[in-house]
Structures are given as structure tokens and as C-alpha cells.
């Protein structure tokens, strides 16, 4: 299958939205209150210099998989040590939705459930959709994207009406550069997940288009992001809004609309739900295609049950201490570790530019 530009734009909407709409929101008003559209747009702006590089590593050699042709740019073992923390950054990462999606169910819906049984199922759930593969995954997110914009669209201008814009001039009074600054790691670690489209090599092309597809992605997703935190503070204030977990679900909770707008918790969850599953879906597959480079495996999809199964099990372990997990979740260690895994199209473009630029031809040897 080759990926058209416009079909990598909705996969990269659904891809991008999904987490930081859900998990970004109270921990941004918690720690940089009014000035939270400081670190957004920002974050946003570091993610398209992350994008830019993403792109030109994937125009170097568009015929031959990243995973292959990375060793010809900076050496196999740097490469190979790269593969490792990408694999690791996928196994972590996957672990750390299961256990946000079992803390959301187990604390609203299903609080008799038994929270290692909801992670089995979520486990199984989404090595199911990657052993799908590539192909189905980007038609979902193709099924998903007309609705899931629709849906967010029309939330936000329904419930627009609950927010108190008096509070506007707040955002340029209250200023505190330095916490913008650190703030602004933690969105880029939300919005910067560029790396991965690499991974979609030699099926997606990184031509003009598909560029310009990106970045409009990549701005939507900032956009759509930061309406969400701004109707989150103006609707809830900065004391209750820092402790809302779900911003978007007590937004509707909130409101005084009755009928179907009313009662619309469990389509958006739904939507939600279906997005995270592809964004783990496809992190999956990433992690596979690492594996099977660093250890020569024949088959993917092979690999798919150990890395879902060791995501569960560390999913698990989380579960034991649901106040750390959430304390970690968003400390700085775990912050620089993320934005380290996505600066790495950085490194690489870097290394290219410096190697072309004294004239050593590292591309002929990829044919």
C-alpha cells in the first residue's frame, strides 16, 4: 500500500489528537495556569522543527526503511542503540495508556471491575489491531477522522457558552517565563511524536505535499489542543480546572444541555477510545519493526503478543501505586526521556547535513 498525502494527514490528526486531548489539558493548568497557551504554542512550534527534520531523513533515501538505511547516517551501532530506546519509548509508552484508559474506566464506568482484567482486555484489544497491520490501521483512523472533527467542532462551540471570557486579559498579565519554558517540554513531548512516520518508509513518500499535510496536522492539533485548555480554565477556573482529569468529559457533564448533546460522554469516549487504539496500534507496530531489526527476526507479527504482554505487565506494576504512576507520569526525568526519543530525527538530519555538506555520499551505498 502507498500512503496518499491527504490519507497521511487524517492518520497524523487521529495519531497526534488523541493523547494530548485527553492527558495534556489538567496537568498544563496545574503547573502553568493561565499561562499554559505560552507552552502550547511553543511546544507547537517545536514540534513542526521536529516534523521539518522527520522530513528531510525520509526524502534522503524514500526507497529503503528508516530502520535500515539510519546505520548508513550515523554508524550501525549508534543506529542500533537508537532502535533500542525507540523500543523501549514503545513499550513504556503503551503501558502507560493502559493504565491511564484502566484509571478513566475503573473510575467511571466499571469501578467493580478488577483493574488487571481491564488491562488484559485492552492489551488484547490492541495487539489485535496491530496484527492487523499498517493497512488497517490507517483505514481506521481514515473511518475515525471525519467524526472525530466533527464531534470536537461542535463540543467546542456548544459548550463555549459555559466559559467566562472575562478571564482573557489573565492570559497576558500572569507571566513566569521560566515555568513557560519547562511546560513547554512537557507539550512538546505530547505534540513532537513526529519520528515515528519514518516508520512508514518506503509505503509513505515525503514529497511536498505530504509535508504541507503534516504541518497543517501538526497546527490543527495544536489549535484544537489549545481551545480545549482554554474552555477547561475559562469554564473551571485554574484552582478546579487543575483538578479535573478528564477535561473534556466534565465539560459536557457541566453543561445544561439536555438529549442527545446532553448525554454525549459515551460517543466521544467511544471515538476517544477507538483513537487511542490506533496511536497504541501503530506504536506497536513501530516496536515490532525495531525488534525485528535489532534481533534479526523473521516475522513481526511474532513479536507483537511479548511486546503487548510486557506492556501489561508493566501496565500491572503501575496499577500497584496509582499516586506515583501519575506523579511520574509527568515528571522531569519522564519528560526528557520522551522529548529525547522525538528529537532523534534531529540528530540524524544533523549528521546527514555535515556528511553531504563535506561531500561524503553515504546514499549511493543505500541503493
Not at 482529569?245 to 454525549?264: M, V
Not at 511520574?328 to 553531504?356: E, G, H, K, Q
Request: with cysteine; charged share 10%; hydrophobic share 55%.
Amino acid at each position: 500500500m502507498r500512503s496518499t498525502s491527504w490519507q497521511t494527514f487524517r492518520f497524523a490528526m487521529i495519531y497526534m489528537i488523541s493523547q494530548p486531548i485527553a492527558f495534556l489539558i489538567s496537568p498544563l493548568i496545574t503547573t502553568s495556569g493561565y499561562q499554559g497557551w505560552i507552552s502550547l504554542f511553543l511546544g507547537g512550534l517545536v514540534s513542526i522543527l521536529l516534523l521539518c527534520c522527520t522530513v528531510y531523513v525520509g526524502r534522503l533515501n524514500p526507497d529503503v526503511p528508516w530502520v535500515q538505511f539510519g546505520e548508513q547516517i550515523i554508524g550501525k551501532w549508534p543506529h542500533r542503540l537508537f532502535l533500542f530506546l525507540v523500543l523501549y519509548w514503545c513499550v513504556y509508552y503503551v503501558s502507560v495508556d493502559i493504565e491511564s484508559f484502566t484509571l478513566f474506566y475503573g473510575s467511571t464506568y466499571m469501578r467493580e471491575t478488577p483493574q488487571w482484567f481491564l488491562q488484559l482486555i485492552i492489551g488484547l484489544v490492541i495487539v489485535i489491531t496491530a496484527r492487523w497491520g499498517f493497512v488497517s490501521i490507517v483505514y481506521i483512523a481514515d473511518g475515525l477522522f471525519l467524526i472525530t472533527m466533527i464531534g470536537i467542532a461542535i463540543i467546542m462551540g456548544l459548550f463555549s457558552k459555559n466559559a467566562d471570557f472575562q478571564m482573557f486579559p489573565a492570559l497576558w498579565t500572569h507571566h513566569k517565563m521560566g515555568l513557560a519554558f519547562r511546560d513547554t517540554l512537557t507539550a512538546v513531548s505530547w505534540f513532537g511524536e513526529w519520528f515515528v512516520f519514518l516508520f512508514m518508509v518506503p509505503h509513505l513518500k515525503f514529497g511536498a505535499k505530504t509535508l504541507r499535510n503534516l504541518l497543517s496536522a501538526s497546527l490543527l492539533v495544536t489549535f484544537a489542543v489549545f481551545m480545549q485548555w482554554m474552555l477547561t480554565l475559562f469554564t473551571f477556573g485554574p484552582y478546579f480546572g487543575s483538578r479535573i482529569q478528564y477535561p473534556l468529559l466534565e465539560l459536557i457533564r457541566s453543561s445544561t444541555l439536555s438529549g442527545l448533546l446532553g448525554n454525549a460522554d459515551p460517543l466521544l469516549i467511544g471515538l476517544w477510545t477507538t483513537s487511542m487504539f490506533v496511536h497504541d496500534s501503530f506504536i506497536l507496530y513501530v516496536g515490532t519493526k525495531c525488534a525485528a531489526e535489532l534481533f534479526k527476526f523473521k516475522t513481526r507479527k511474532a513479536i507483537l503478543p511479548l511486546l503487548c504482554g510486557t506492556a501489561v505487565v508493566v501496565a500491572l506494576q503501575f496499577s500497584r501505586d496509582t499516586t506515583l504512576f501519575l506523579f511520574d507520569m509527568n515528571s522531569l526525568s519522564v519528560v526528557t526521556f520522551f522529548v529525547f526519543v522525538d528529537a532523534l530525527p534531529v540528530f540524524y538530519a544533523v549528521i546527514a547535513y555535515v556528511r553531504i555538506k563535506f561531500g561524503k555520499n553515504f546514499l549511493q551505498t543505500s541503493k
